[in-house]
């Protein structure tokens, strides 16, 4: 079964440090990640996908990751935080069954510092 | 194009009530998700929809179900509140397996 795990509950940088994210996944095939965004009282917002066509993604608000097969890794990334990145992260993989379903990781809370 | 609506946007309801929360996907996409999130247990697949049909179930009571329309709305049930089921309920829609879910910003459910 697919999993993902995501490194640090609570993350603080200060306003334009680089931001970064840990996700390791766990898969036996290669796997559909993603990663999403979500502010207070709103859903999830899609940041990047990773579907095998490039091995570093480039997401929406200045944000990538890279997938790396040799670590399991699919780590988010973006070189200057600023105030409105102050949100909680979530790393998905999918589930590989005949059904759409998106194991999620415990989340990751930025924090971003003035 | 409209996102994914949910209604209503904050529920409160007392323990042994049963209460049903709606979900308009994108226009076009067939595929309804489900997730709970909670502080404690984070995000968790309740149940997926496709053409109507339940394709995958997660691990919750049979006091939740859900169902699809022929126009792929979807509504989720929970009957016989209990206290833990205050969380917020999220809805997702996508166009095709494999696809990126788009999600609805969910309905607050609070059991008192």
């Known amino acids: 079964a697919q999993s993902v795990t ?13 931001v970064l994210l840990r996700c390791n996944y766990s898969s036996s095939v290669p796997p559909y990640l993603f990663w999403y965004v979500q502010y207070p009282n709103q859903g999830l917002q899609l940041l990047l996908k990773y579907t095998s066509a490039a091995t570093l993604v480039k997401g929406i608000n200045g944000f990538e990751a890279e997938f790396k097969k040799s670590e399991t890794s699919f780590h988010l990334t973006k070189p200057s935080a600023h105030m409105s990145d102050a949100a909680e992260y979530f790393c998905a993989v999918i589930q590989m ?18 | 194009k409209a996102g994914v609506t949910q209604t209503p946007r904050y529920l409160i309801k007392t323990r042994g009530q049963q209460v049903t929360l709606s979900c308009s996907p994108i226009s076009g996409h067939r595929s309804v998700s489900w997730y709970q999130q909670t502080p404690g247990q984070g995000l968790q697949f309740l149940f997926e929809y496709f053409s109507e049909t339940q394709r995958n179930k ?22 016989t509140l209990e206290l833990g ?8 829609s996508s166009a095709e397996l494999n696809s990126p879910l788009h999600f609805g910003n969910g309905t607050r459910l609070t059991v008192t």
Do not use: W
């Open chain 1, 97 to 114: 069954d005949s059904s759409y379903k998106l194991i999620f990781g415990s989340g990751t809370r930025l924090l971003v510092r003035p």
């Open chain 2, 85 to 92: 089921d205050s969380a917020l309920y999220l809805c997702a």
């Open chain 2, 58 to 79: 997660g691990n919750f009571p049979g006091r939740f179900s859900g169902r699809q329309f022929s126009n792929s709305r979807s509504e989720m049930n929970v009957s």
């Open chain 1, 6 to 18: 995501q490194l640090g509950s609570h993350v603080s940088v200060s306003e334009g440090a680089l």
